[in-house]
């Protein structure tokens, strides 16, 4: 597990972003301080990125959304705001408060969507308002998530007060989000985020689900795998990226697995072949080390959506102007053991790093760092959830932060919960109200819930791990596919 790089921080941020002394974890959270202006290091106007120059539209047909079906009675607006399209719903027996919701990854096209949170019944139920915003841009754009996010909160009630309901702002506003949504909302709750964004906000209080929570460290483990994955198949990677790999990719993938899913043999599991075996146990340690589930997930269908990722730069299509990935810190590990053998000394001298543009995601003049950090500076209650056996985003990415949280020690205010599924954010809607309700009575209360230990790796290893907040209750919410899947996977046999 690499440690994140020391971070060049600018002087007026510096007496900002030192964090306060944290509360006693079993009482209240300590409440938010005021959001301070930092002003402009210097003049001028920042570069441009392809990014910036990429056009989207709302699609306006689209943001009508009809009442939810034995749901409280309530109010559903929609509109544009600035360039992003909106959704807010607020029940007729509203309780003051707001909740922010962010999407996750919605491709690279160039229209605009709004989704409302899984979880919509029960906030609705519970008398909170939610808005969720498009964003302004599509791509893994987090800079334009946070900003638009923000800005939605902000005009609450403004919108509803041109809708002919006087509100008063929210006393409360929470944020959750899912996958790339989730690092939305763990950067929106960060201090070095809080101070540097235009639109400025404070949140009492963040869910991030199935979130990107070690940011860029995310593309680290994409070009780790491929490259692990080039080694094994015995065609290593010589430069970065990879030249013709859309040739030789396919060649890569064909030495590694007898089946694929998405290829010849659409639906089908991924199979390795006897030459592959030894990646599984790589990308195993890669994505989080032994934890129950692993030959499941790692047969999934989320195998194709990674190698989705492979073969690009480390510009993460064109959200940065240099590369940003690196993976000079990457540990690769061929066996369970954390004591590296003398065989896997000589993988990671042979292997080939990739390496970073220094300060490809800088500090910027401008607002937002083009790519959020999620560095776990964090004043509130943060309460997460991520599947086990997700390969996309993988738990390494709640180990990471975890990691983060402990160097500065806000790690009071962080509470993780692993959860038994093999996808991307399958999560079912009794898991995401749990970890919703307990970070509310944590921060309402000052009732600190339970959470699981993600970084003991005898802890992680159990076959019993992320049972105590798997939950296979069905919801009318619930996705039928989801609960079948589930019921394939083998059970908890203690809570």
């Given at each position: 597990?690499?440690?994140?790089?020391?971070?060049?921080?600018?002087?007026?941020?510096?007496?900002?972003?030192?964090?306060?002394?944290?509360?006693?974890?079993?009482?209240?959270?300590?409440?938010?301080?005021?959001?301070?202006?930092?002003?402009?290091?210097?003049?001028?106007?920042?570069?441009?990125?392809?990014?910036?120059?990429?056009?989207?539209?709302?699609?306006?047909?689209?943001?009508?959304?009809?009442?939810?079906?034995?749901?409280?009675?309530?109010?559903?607006?929609?509109?544009?705001?600035?360039?992003?399209?909106?959704?807010?719903?607020?029940?007729?027996?509203?309780?003051?408060?707001?909740?922010?919701?962010?999407?996750?990854?919605?491709?690279?096209?160039?229209?605009?969507?709004?989704?409302?949170?899984?979880?919509?019944?029960?906030?609705?139920?519970?008398?909170?308002?939610?808005?969720?915003?498009?964003?302004?841009?599509?791509?893994?754009?987090?800079?334009?998530?946070?900003?638009?996010?923000?800005?939605?909160?902000?005009?609450?009630?403004?919108?509803?007060?041109?809708?002919?309901?006087?509100?008063?702002?929210?006393?409360?506003?929470?944020?959750?989000?899912?996958?790339?949504?989730?690092?939305?909302?763990?950067?929106?709750?960060?201090?070095?985020?809080?101070?540097?964004?235009?639109?400025?906000?404070?949140?009492?209080?963040?869910?991030?689900?199935?979130?990107?929570?070690?940011?860029?460290?995310?593309?680290?483990?994409?070009?780790?795998?491929?490259?692990?994955?080039?080694?094994?198949?015995?065609?290593?990677?010589?430069?970065?990226?990879?030249?013709?790999?859309?040739?030789?990719?396919?060649?890569?993938?064909?030495?590694?697995?007898?089946?694929?899913?998405?290829?010849?043999?659409?639906?089908?599991?991924?199979?390795?072949?006897?030459?592959?075996?030894?990646?599984?146990?790589?990308?195993?340690?890669?994505?989080?080390?032994?934890?129950?589930?692993?030959?499941?997930?790692?047969?999934?269908p989320m195998q194709a959506t990674v190698w989705g990722t492979f073969g690009r730069d480390g510009k993460m299509l064109g959200i940065l102007n240099e590369d940003v990935v690196s993976t000079t810190s990457i540990v690769y590990q061929l066996d369970a053991t954390p004591a590296l053998s003398n065989e896997e000394i000589a993988y990671?001298?042979?292997?080939?790093?990739?390496?970073?543009?220094?300060?490809?995601?800088?500090?910027?003049?401008?607002?937002?760092?083009?790519?959020p950090k999620t560095n776990a500076q964090i004043k509130v209650p943060v309460v997460t959830i991520h599947t086990l056996g997700d390969l996309y985003v993988p738990f390494k990415m709640e180990q990471i932060y975890k990691r983060r949280a402990d160097a500065l020690g806000t790690s009071n205010l962080l509470v993780q919960r692993a959860?038994?599924?093999?996808?991307?954010?399958?999560?079912?809607?009794?898991?995401?109200?749990?970890?919703?309700?307990?970070?509310?009575?944590?921060?309402?209360?000052?009732?600190?819930?339970?959470?699981?230990?993600?970084?003991?790796?005898?802890?992680?290893?159990?076959?019993?791990?992320?049972?105590?907040?798997?939950?296979?209750?069905?919801?009318?919410?619930?996705?039928?596919?989801?609960?079948?899947?589930?019921?394939?996977?083998?059970?908890?046999?203690?809570?």
């Amino acid at each position: 597990m690499r440690q994140a790089p020391v971070r060049r921080i600018l002087p007026s941020l510096l007496a900002l972003l030192v964090l306060s002394a944290c509360g006693d974890s079993d009482g209240p959270a300590p409440a938010p301080p005021p959001v301070q202006d930092v002003p402009p290091v210097a003049t001028g106007p920042e570069a441009q990125r392809p990014q910036d120059t990429r056009s989207y539209a709302v699609v306006e047909a689209s943001l009508p959304f009809a009442a939810l079906s034995g749901a409280p009675d309530s109010d559903r607006w929609w509109g544009v705001l600035g360039k992003a399209g909106y959704q807010v719903e607020v029940p007729k027996n509203w309780n003051g408060m707001l909740v922010m919701y962010a999407h996750g990854y919605n491709g690279t096209g160039p229209n605009l969507s709004v989704s409302p949170p899984a979880i919509r019944r029960h906030l609705l139920s519970q008398g909170y308002a939610w808005a969720a915003s498009s964003y302004s841009t599509n791509y893994y754009d987090v800079r334009a998530g946070v900003e638009d996010t923000n800005a939605l909160a902000l005009a609450f009630s403004d919108i509803a007060r041109r809708n002919g309901r006087t509100l008063a702002a929210p006393s409360k506003t929470y944020i959750i989000g899912t996958s790339m949504g989730g690092h939305v909302t763990a950067a929106a709750v960060d201090e070095e985020n809080t101070a540097t964004a235009n639109n400025k906000i404070r949140y009492a209080g963040a869910v991030p689900m199935c979130g990107v929570l070690g940011d860029t460290e995310l593309y680290d483990y994409f070009a780790a795998y491929q490259a692990a994955a080039m080694q094994e198949a015995g065609t290593p990677a010589t430069s970065w990226p990879v030249r013709d790999w859309a040739t030789l990719g396919p060649q890569v993938q064909a030495k590694l697995f007898s089946s694929f899913p998405g290829g010849a043999t659409p639906g089908a599991q991924t199979v390795p072949t006897e030459q592959g075996m030894r990646l599984k146990r790589i990308v195993e340690n890669l994505s989080g080390g032994p934890r129950p589930l692993w030959d499941y997930a790692y047969a999934g269908p989320m195998q194709a959506t990674v190698w989705g990722t492979f073969g690009r730069d480390g510009k993460m299509l064109g959200i940065l102007n240099e590369d940003v990935v690196s993976t000079t810190s990457i540990v690769y590990q061929l066996d369970a053991t954390p004591a590296l053998s003398n065989e896997e000394i000589a993988y990671n001298s042979a292997i080939y790093r990739v390496q970073a543009t220094p300060d490809a995601n800088r500090l910027r003049r401008d607002g937002l760092r083009w790519v959020p950090k999620t560095n776990a500076q964090i004043k509130v209650p943060v309460v997460t959830i991520h599947t086990l056996g997700d390969l996309y985003v993988p738990f390494k990415m709640e180990q990471i932060y975890k990691r983060r949280a402990d160097a500065l020690g806000t790690s009071n205010l962080l509470v993780q919960r692993a959860i038994r599924g093999i996808a991307h954010c399958d999560f079912t809607i009794a898991e995401q109200v749990s970890a919703f309700e307990a970070m509310i009575k944590w921060e309402q209360q000052g009732i600190k819930p339970e959470g699981d230990d993600v970084l003991t790796p005898a802890v992680v290893a159990d076959p019993q791990y992320g049972c105590r907040f798997t939950d296979n209750t069905p919801s009318p919410d619930d996705s039928a596919a989801l609960l079948a899947t589930r019921a394939t996977l083998p059970q908890c046999t203690r809570p």
